[in-house]
T-cell receptor, first 114, second 111 residues
Framework: DAGVIQSPRHEVTEMGQEVTLRCKPI?????LFWYRQTMMRGLELLIY????????DSGMPEDRFSAKMPNASFSTLKIQPSEPRDSAVYFC????????????FGEGSRLTVL | SQQGEEDPQALSIQEGENATMNCSYK?????LQWYRQNSGRGLVHLIL?????REKHSGRLRVTLDTSKKSSSLLITASRAADTASYFC???????????FGSGTQLTVLP
């Protein structure tokens, strides 16, 4: 199995630009999570989906952030407009079902907003 | 907000020694998990312990859970340089079953 696949691995952009991060979960997994990791705040849960439906987006920082999961094999996290404080590593993770424990993480997308 | 807090924040030991990391949390949990993160990589699941379990082993890893104290520990025995990484505890709590991660312990194993 290829694991959770994220793209891009690195993105450098200028303030005000739109950023789209992509995730392909492991085939057959029904839950998908987006986390953000920074030195100051550690790992923060932004949003998660069960069966393509957003369950809890209370971790999304503000309206500039949006996430979609149009089908079971693809999700996007969009930031528009981006700001320097959005610089972080964004991780996507999936798990088999809503009530099982182990999360499988992608390698992350490192975002730098200048 | 972070549910789990690891202690110590950083730990440096010699190869062959044992490493112990602790995690404290605040609310009742369904299970507690430990993850490892190598520099620049994603997190990798190590072990899961359920709320009705007190101890669990996996290879060189031993995890304990004390629900009365809301704490867990991860012991890595006979450490190797390749064990150098950050280690995170994560709590699975409530009906939502989302995972909340602690702040992590940076372990350095010196050859």
């Amino acid at each position: 199995d290829a694991g959770v696949i994220q793209s891009p691995r690195h993105e450098v952009t200028e303030m005000g630009q739109e950023v789209t991060l992509r995730c392909k979960p492991i085939s057959g997994h029904n839950s998908l999570f987006w986390y953000r990791q920074t030195m100051m705040r550690g790992l923060e849960l932004l949003i998660y989906f069960n069966n393509n439906v957003p369950i809890d987006d209370s971790g999304m920082p503000e309206d500039r952030f949006s996430a979609k999961m149009p089908n079971a094999s693809f999700s996007t996290l969009k930031i528009q407009p981006s700001e320097p404080r959005d610089s972080a590593v964004y991780f996507c993770a999936s798990r088999l079902a809503a009530n099982t424990g182990e999360l499988f993480f992608g390698e992350g997308s490192r975002l730098t907003v200048l | 907000s972070q549910q789990g807090e690891e202690d110590p924040q950083a730990l440096s030991i010699q190869e062959g020694e044992n490493a112990t990391m602790n995690c404290s949390y605040k609310t009742s949990i369904n299970n507690l998990q430990w993850y490892r993160q190598n520099s620049g990589r994603g997190l990798v699941h190590l072990i899961l312990i359920r709320s009705n379990e007190r101890e669990k082993h996996s290879g060189r890893l031993r995890v304990t859970l004390d629900t009365s104290k809301k704490s867990s520990s991860l012991l890595i025995t006979a450490s190797r340089a390749a064990d150098t990484a950050s280690y995170f505890c994560a709590t699975d709590a409530g009906s939502a079953r989302q995972l909340t991660f602690g702040s992590g312990t940076q372990l350095t194993v010196l050859p």
